[in-house]
Nanobody
Framework: QVQLVESGGGLVQTGGSLRLSCAAS????????MGWFRQAPGKERDFVAA????????YYAESVKGRFTISRDNAKNTMYLQMNSLKPEDTAVYYC?????????????????WGQGTQVTVSS
């Protein structure tokens, strides 16, 4: 079992930055690939970024590439999403997720464990 708790969401103006954190507990964090997904109101949950159990490789959705950075600190059992140059279209509930193996990629079906989500709102 892996328990995931997101934090760091909030309200920010266009062009601003936020850093999301995902604290993991349970099964050894360094064994599992992790990722971030987001869901805007009335839309499906979309892939944002993924990271392997060891920290590389990483993979990003085209919409966030160059603005967001995914990272992890296995010693702290925590994954991060640094979000820069935020846009109103980034507004969503952001979820962290963990796989049962070393890398999950962009498919939500590859992820077994999910957090409860943290709201990110970008005002124009």
């Amino acid at each position: 079992q892996v328990q995931l708790v997101e934090s760091g969401g909030g309200l920010v103006q266009t062009g601003g930055s936020l850093r999301l954190s995902c604290a993991a507990s349970g099964r050894t964090n360094s064994d599992v690939g992790m990722g971030w997904f987001r869901q805007a109101p009335g839309k499906e949950r979309d892939f944002v970024a993924a990271i392997s159990s060891r920290g590389t490789p990483t993979y990003y959705a085209e919409s966030v590439k160059g603005r967001f950075t995914i990272s992890r600190d296995n010693a702290k059992n925590t994954m991060y999403l640094q979000m820069n140059s935020l846009k109103p279209e980034d507004t969503a509930v952001y979820y962290c997720a963990a796989t049962l193996n070393s890398y999950g990629g962009s498919r939500s079906a590859a992820y077994y464990y999910w957090g409860q989500g943290t709201q990110v709102t970008v005002s124009s």
